[in-house]
């Protein structure tokens, strides 16, 4: 049985009232009011205004050190207070796919410091990323985050951080999703 794959639903119904959806780079999605966490199948889900469909796989760019860390501070998704979150679908252009692996992991990690800043958000925002870019789908990555509301500042530094950062010339199209658990 498949269990690591999600359907990210748009639409009249769902777990997450969508406060705002801002277009970063590239194409926007249509307006839904509520956004649905399903998990799914590799059959394409027709409901809702969008769908996008993501998986939990492996990591690519973590050395052991930073695994270590990582897992010794983050905190899972679903913590009763952590009542806001984003959704942000990421595409990376041809350029950063045609590099080698320790291409990119260079600009991600040594040119970017992108697991050295975020560390430093942790454990106060929970995070999860989902590929997509084998499955056909229109974005690489899912990326999702839950936080306190009195974290909310402290989210914005860290996606303003992060798009500052060379790993963040390669992104070709993004959309923050902002969301409030109903
Ligand atoms: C990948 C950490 C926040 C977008 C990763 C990876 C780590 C990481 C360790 C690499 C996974 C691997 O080895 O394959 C963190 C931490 C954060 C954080 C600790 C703090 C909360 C963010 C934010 C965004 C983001 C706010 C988006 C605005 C991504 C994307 C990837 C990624 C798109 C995939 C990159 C690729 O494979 O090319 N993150 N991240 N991350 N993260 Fe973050």
Known sequence: MIDNIFDFIGGNHGQWKIL??????????KQAPYLKIVKSSTV???????????????????????KEKLISIQADLGRPEATKAALIPIKKSEVWWTLAQDER?????????HTKTGLKYLPAIARKLYHCRD???PFDFITFFEYAPSDSEAFEELVYSLRKT?????????????????
């Open 20 to 29: 705002k959806m801002e277009p970063i780079v590239g194409e926007t999605l």
């Open 44 to 66: 394409k889900s027709s409901e809702g205004v969008w769908s996008l469909k993501g998986l939990i796989s492996n990591i690519r760019y973590t050395e052991k050190e930073e």
């Open 105 to 113: 992991r260079k600009i991600f990690e040594a040119q970017s410091n």
């Open 135 to 137: 499955i056909g789908e």
């Open 166 to 182: 060379e790993e963040w010339k390669y992104v070709d199209r993004e959309i923050d999703i902002r969301l409030i658990r109903e």
